[in-house]
Nanobody, 120 residues
Framework: QVQLVESGGGLVQTGGSLRLSCAAS????????MRWYRQTPGKQRELVAT???????NYADSVKGRFTISRDNAKDTMYLQMNSLKPEDTAVYYC??????????????WGQGTQVTVSS
Protein backbone atom coordinates (compact mmCIF):
# COMPACT_ATOMS: atom_id res chain seq x y z
CA GLN A 1 0.00 0.00 0.00
CA VAL A 2 1.45 3.36 -1.02
CA GLN A 3 2.45 5.69 1.80
CA LEU A 4 3.78 9.23 1.75
CA VAL A 5 6.58 9.88 4.23
CA GLU A 6 7.14 13.46 5.37
CA SER A 7 10.22 15.01 6.93
CA GLY A 8 11.82 18.38 7.58
CA GLY A 9 9.55 19.90 10.19
CA GLY A 10 10.82 21.42 13.40
CA LEU A 11 11.09 24.48 15.61
CA VAL A 12 12.46 27.73 14.18
CA GLN A 13 12.49 31.39 15.10
CA THR A 14 10.61 34.07 13.24
CA GLY A 15 12.41 34.78 9.97
CA GLY A 16 13.94 31.33 9.77
CA SER A 17 13.63 28.69 7.05
CA LEU A 18 12.64 25.05 6.73
CA ARG A 19 12.40 22.64 3.83
CA LEU A 20 9.73 19.95 3.98
CA SER A 21 10.03 16.74 1.97
CA CYS A 22 7.39 14.18 1.02
CA ALA A 23 8.42 10.88 -0.58
CA ALA A 24 6.24 8.03 -1.82
CA SER A 25 7.07 4.55 -0.55
CA UNK A 26 6.71 3.25 -4.10
CA UNK A 27 6.23 4.72 -7.55
CA UNK A 28 2.91 6.43 -8.19
CA UNK A 29 1.92 6.42 -11.84
CA UNK A 30 -0.23 9.06 -13.51
CA UNK A 31 0.30 11.78 -10.94
CA UNK A 32 -1.99 14.71 -11.65
CA UNK A 33 -1.46 17.14 -8.78
CA MET A 34 0.79 17.48 -5.75
CA ARG A 35 -0.31 19.67 -2.85
CA TRP A 36 0.73 20.86 0.57
CA TYR A 37 -1.90 21.55 3.23
CA ARG A 38 -1.61 22.77 6.80
CA GLN A 39 -3.89 22.60 9.82
CA THR A 40 -3.95 23.99 13.34
CA PRO A 41 -6.16 22.67 16.17
CA GLY A 42 -9.77 23.76 15.80
CA LYS A 43 -9.26 25.28 12.37
CA GLN A 44 -10.14 24.14 8.88
CA ARG A 45 -7.39 22.59 6.81
CA GLU A 46 -5.81 25.15 4.50
CA LEU A 47 -4.39 24.57 1.03
CA VAL A 48 -0.91 26.08 1.03
CA ALA A 49 0.61 25.24 -2.35
CA THR A 50 -0.09 23.23 -5.49
CA UNK A 51 2.00 21.97 -8.38
CA UNK A 52 0.49 20.25 -11.43
CA UNK A 53 1.94 17.61 -13.74
CA UNK A 54 2.83 20.41 -16.14
CA UNK A 55 4.80 22.28 -13.49
CA UNK A 56 2.32 25.07 -12.87
CA UNK A 57 2.22 26.31 -9.28
CA ASN A 58 -0.25 28.13 -7.08
CA TYR A 59 0.01 29.47 -3.53
CA ALA A 60 -2.22 30.71 -0.78
CA ASP A 61 -2.08 34.48 -0.41
CA SER A 62 -0.65 34.11 3.08
CA VAL A 63 2.53 32.39 1.81
CA LYS A 64 3.11 34.00 -1.59
CA GLY A 65 6.65 35.24 -1.98
CA ARG A 66 7.87 33.16 0.97
CA PHE A 67 7.11 29.51 0.12
CA THR A 68 8.12 27.51 -2.95
CA ILE A 69 6.72 24.13 -3.97
CA SER A 70 8.77 21.81 -6.18
CA ARG A 71 8.90 18.18 -7.25
CA ASP A 72 11.16 15.39 -8.43
CA ASN A 73 9.06 13.33 -10.81
CA ALA A 74 11.59 10.50 -11.12
CA LYS A 75 11.43 9.87 -7.36
CA ASP A 76 7.79 10.78 -6.70
CA THR A 77 9.01 13.34 -4.20
CA MET A 78 7.75 16.83 -3.46
CA TYR A 79 9.19 19.68 -1.43
CA LEU A 80 8.08 22.85 0.28
CA GLN A 81 10.77 25.46 0.84
CA MET A 82 9.60 27.86 3.55
CA ASN A 83 11.44 31.14 4.07
CA SER A 84 10.78 34.18 6.24
CA LEU A 85 8.66 32.07 8.56
CA LYS A 86 6.12 33.73 10.82
CA PRO A 87 4.35 32.50 13.98
CA GLU A 88 1.13 32.21 12.00
CA ASP A 89 2.82 29.55 9.85
CA THR A 90 2.80 27.23 12.87
CA ALA A 91 0.78 24.15 11.93
CA VAL A 92 0.90 20.49 11.01
CA TYR A 93 1.77 20.27 7.33
CA TYR A 94 0.40 17.46 5.15
CA CYS A 95 1.43 16.47 1.64
CA UNK A 96 -1.11 15.12 -0.82
CA UNK A 97 -0.80 13.46 -4.23
CA UNK A 98 -3.74 12.99 -6.58
CA UNK A 99 -3.38 10.44 -9.38
CA UNK A 100 -5.80 9.85 -12.24
CA UNK A 101 -5.76 6.54 -14.09
CA UNK A 102 -8.97 6.91 -16.10
CA UNK A 103 -11.58 9.60 -16.56
CA UNK A 104 -13.27 8.47 -13.34
CA UNK A 105 -10.55 6.56 -11.50
CA UNK A 106 -8.88 8.95 -9.04
CA UNK A 107 -6.53 7.85 -6.28
CA UNK A 108 -5.63 10.09 -3.36
CA UNK A 109 -2.56 9.71 -1.12
CA TRP A 110 -1.71 11.58 2.09
CA GLY A 111 1.31 12.02 4.31
CA GLN A 112 1.14 11.55 8.08
CA GLY A 113 1.91 15.20 8.78
CA THR A 114 4.95 17.04 10.09
CA GLN A 115 4.89 19.72 12.78
CA VAL A 116 6.22 23.19 12.00
CA THR A 117 6.51 25.58 14.94
CA VAL A 118 7.65 29.18 14.56
CA SER A 119 8.49 31.02 17.77
CA SER A 120 8.18 34.77 18.22
Amino acid sequence: QVQLVESGGGLVQTGGSLRLSCAASENIFRISVMRWYRQTPGKQRELVATITNSGSTNYADSVKGRFTISRDNAKDTMYLQMNSLKPEDTAVYYCNILAQYTARDFRDYWGQGTQVTVSS
